[in-house]
């Protein structure tokens, strides 16, 4: 399936259907997620395949009582390596710098001013799953599956469930599996609603 094929079909799904998903499959799309790229290369992500029936109906409680999460066959934890507290760096330091180029240093400062530096970090990663995982979603769609992005979560909920390591944190959740029920159609806004040229 070529990938604007991919693209069009890529619906999310909330029910499917009892068939596994294979091994074969999982790999291809953690080979996808894999070849993601990063800022400054630095693939500070990791997976979790969840296939345990206990562990899938943790998780959907961890993500607001969601329990048709439990009922994919495979259950996808989208984590992020923490990376170093930008607080304690140099002021030249790259990354402060990017950040504070982005949001500015007030911001920045407020952001890392709060108490819990732990949660200070894990806001700063939240996007790092992000290109890696629809990675993984469009390859699911190239094997005719389907999957969900869950973003509502307890983040710090699903990482004890998951046992995950101090420095590792659960973002999101992504089931998989092959959608019980044909996708509809969907408008999209068009193409001259979405751009500018140059200038607004």
């Not at 400054?40 to 345990?52: A, I, K, L």
């Not at 659960?170 to 806004?189: D, N, T």
């Amino acid at each position: 399936m070529e990938i604007m094929e991919c693209i069009k079909k890529r619906r999310s799904a909330r029910s499917f259907t009892n068939q596994d998903v294979s091994d074969e499959v999982i790999s291809e799309m953690l080979e996808a997620a894999r070849l993601a790229p990063s800022g400054g290369n630095g693939q500070s992500w990791m997976f979790g395949v969840v296939r345990d029936d206990s562990l899938k109906k943790q998780l959907a409680m961890a993500a607001g009582e969601q329990m048709w999460i439990a009922q994919a066959p495979v259950v996808l934890a989208l984590c992020a390596v923490l990376n170093e507290d930008l607080s304690a760096v140099e002021e030249d330091d790259f990354g402060l710098i990017v950040n504070h180029t982005r949001f500015g240093k007030e911001f920045v400062d407020h952001v890392y001013s709060y108490p819990d530096k732990r949660m200070a970090n894990i806001f700063w990663n939240n996007g790092v799953p992000a290109i890696p995982g629809e990675h993984m979603f469009l390859r699911a769609v190239s094997f005719g599956l389907s999957a969900c992005w869950v973003g509502y979560l307890d983040v710090r909920k699903a990482s004890e469930i998951l046992n995950l390591p101090e420095d590792i944190v659960c973002l999101y959740l992504m089931p998989v599996g092959y959608a019980s029920s044909e996708a509809k159609p969907i408008e999209r806004k068009s193409i001259e609603e979405i751009t500018f040229v140059d200038r607004w």
